[in-house]
């Protein structure tokens, strides 16, 4: 059975009850990694700075920013292979399937999160309504919570 790293763990502990208690069921049965919990004010404006930006708010208005975090940053984590960062331009040969992994692993938090009575709202989805096509800004290791839904 996999387990969070010491940093995964120490980063997930930053998160708000929920989220600790989703993600902890959650790598239990699919390895991942915790990127980020909560986010500092110099953090959160150097993502919203950056080109391309890597958020869309500055801080205080993400759900990163608060303490405890309302959200949580974390991706698949394949053994022997790590996390796998699609990327087009020097793996084009695994870029779809690496991408499919964070679909299917978004689905397997979504899901699990719903059967713990858990609401959240995953950055590849924003608004919803499960159609993936009319996003606009993908975040796909994002995951914050909502008021139930």
């Not at 959200?71 to 087009?88: E, H, L, N, T, Y």
């Not at 959240?120 to 909502?146: C, M, N, S, Y």
Request: hydrophobic fraction near 30%.
């Amino acid at each position: 059975m996999p387990t969070h790293s010491r940093s995964s763990t120490d980063r997930l502990n930053t998160c708000e009850y929920d989220l600790k208690r989703l993600f902890t069921a959650v790598v239990e049965d699919y390895d991942n990694s915790i990127l980020e919990g909560h986010r500092p004010e110099d953090r959160q404006n150097e993502l919203f700075d950056s080109d391309p930006p890597r958020t869309k708010v500055r801080f205080p208005d993400g759900k990163h920013n608060s303490l405890p975090s309302k959200a949580v940053d974390s991706a698949p984590f394949i053994k022997g292979r790590g996390i796998p960062w699609p990327d087009k331009e020097n793996k084009p040969e695994t870029y779809y399937k690496d991408l499919a992994q964070f679909y299917h692993y978004a689905g397997y938090v979504q899901g699990r999160a719903k059967e713990m009575g858990i609401g959240i709202r995953w950055g590849g989805d924003w608004d919803k309504d499960w159609d993936l096509a009319d996003q606009t800004f993908d975040d796909l290791v994002h995951f914050e919570l909502t008021d139930g839904d």
